[in-house]
């Protein structure tokens, strides 16, 4: 069993930044993408940005130059550091991780149960 674990939410002022936090831990045999979605009221959830395990990102073009993703293949741990945060930003933030559990010869999604984030004067 993989469990993914974000952290790192909260009320912002506009151009303000906030750092998240996305810990994977479980039973993992070996972990690939990782990434940050995000879903407000009544939207689809968007993908922010993701990162291969090799450290190639890509992001969505509302976040570009905005936001940088990293992570630590160690801890199986995704960062997403938002710079110049902006009210349309406001939203749920999902951590998705994919990965192979230990056992098992399948690439699973794995998500998190969400972080709010709320930028607001």
């Known amino acids: 069993q993989v469990q993914v674990v974000e952290s790192g939410g909260g009320l912002v002022q506009p151009g303000g930044s906030l750092r998240l936090t996305c810990a994977a831990s479980?039973?993992?045999?070996?972990?690939?993408?990782m990434g940050w979605y995000r879903q407000a009221p009544g939207k689809h959830r968007e993908l922010v940005a993701a990162i291969a395990a090799g450290g190639i990102s890509n992001y969505g073009d509302s976040v570009k130059g905005r936001f940088t993703i990293s992570r630590d293949n160690a801890k199986n741990t995704v960062y997403l550091q938002m710079n110049s945060l902006k009210p349309e930003d406001t939203a749920v933030y999902y951590c998705?991780?994919?990965?192979?559990?230990?056992?098992?010869?399948?690439?699973?999604?794995?998500w998190g149960q969400g972080t709010q984030v709320t930028v607001s004067s």
């Open positions: 998705k991780a994919d990965a192979i559990p230990s056992g098992s010869l399948h690439l699973y999604n794995y």
């Open positions: 479980g039973s993992i045999f070996r972990m690939a993408d």
